[in-house]
């Protein structure tokens, strides 16, 4: 999908995602919410190696190669996360997580 908002130019436009569950585990109805910091530290962290992308280019040849150098030059930086402190009650359809951003990051 990266590669489509690439190729058309539209890597860069402003989106919106949000995560939330449709059902409570164990037929409940809520749950404790959790894994905000993990989140927000795999965004902080998140890179494309040279072994990534070389790795990604031998599985996808026919991509064109401005795409890789893209993709190597990739930064989260620029993504406004926003999310219910961990350890709070929530409900099914509740957004829990919210991350503003680029396209192709989302």
């Known amino acids: 999908m990266a590669y489509a908002e690439w190729k058309g130019k539209r ?3 402003s989106c919106v995602f949000e995560a939330f569950f449709r ?3 164990f037929k409940g109805r809520y749950t404790v919410y959790g894994g905000l910091d993990e989140v927000i530290s795999f965004l902080y962290n998140l ?9 990604l280019k031998q599985q996808l040849p026919y991509m064109e190669l401005g795409f890789f150098d893209w993709l ?3 930064s989260t930086k620029s993504l406004k996360v926003h999310g219910i ?4 009650l929530v409900f099914a ?7 503003e951003g680029p396209f192709a990051l989302l």
Request: charged share 25%; proline share 10%; no cysteine.
């Open 11 to 13: 890597q860069d436009h």
């Open 72 to 74: 190597s030059n990739l």
């Open 23 to 25: 059902k409570a585990p």
């Open 93 to 99: 359809n509740e957004p829990l997580l919210r991350i």
């Open 47 to 55: 890179k494309f190696s040279e072994k990534h992308i070389f790795y």
């Open 85 to 88: 402190p961990s350890g709070t």
